[in-house]
Nanobody
Framework: HVQLVESGGGSVQAGGSLRLSCVAGGWRVHASCMAWFRQAPGKERERVGHMSVDGTTGYADFVKGRLTISRAIDENTLYLQMSSLKPEDTAMYYC??????????????????????WGQGTQVTVS
């Protein structure tokens, strides 16, 4: 049973930074693809980025170098470092884990439908 617990959200002024954490229970963060998604009020959930088994990362176009995904295997934690935050980054941020092994250790599926395991989310508000 996979448990994902996000933390680190909060309120910040535009231009500020936050680091979100996702602690995985019952799963190893490097055992499969893990991703960050976000959902703003009134909008659909969208992918922020992902990290594959071998550590390859991929990001949505809107990230533009402002957000960075990393992981600490010894802490079994996935991170999302966010900088130069904008009001449009205001959203609930979710951590998600795939539980499949793909033929390429660098590949991660892009769709939220491909991630069966989700955390409860952490709110980020930028003003």
């Amino acid at each position: 049973h996979v448990q994902l617990v996000e933390s680190g959200g909060g309120s910040v002024q535009a231009g500020g930074s936050l680091r979100l954490s996702c602690v995985a229970g019952g799963w190893r963060v490097h055992a499969s693809c893990m991703a960050w998604f976000r959902q703003a009020p009134g909008k659909e959930r969208e992918r922020v980025g992902h990290m594959s088994v071998d550590g390859t990362t991929g990001y949505a176009d809107f990230v533009k170098g402002r957000l960075t995904i990393s992981r600490a295997i010894d802490e079994n934690t996935l991170y999302l470092q966010m900088s130069s935050l904008k009001p449009e980054d205001t959203a609930m941020y979710y951590c998600a884990a795939d539980n499949r092994l793909w033929s390429s250790r660098s590949y991660c599926p892009p769709s939220q439908a491909d991630y069966p395991n989700w955390g409860q989310g952490t709110q980020v508000t930028v003003s």
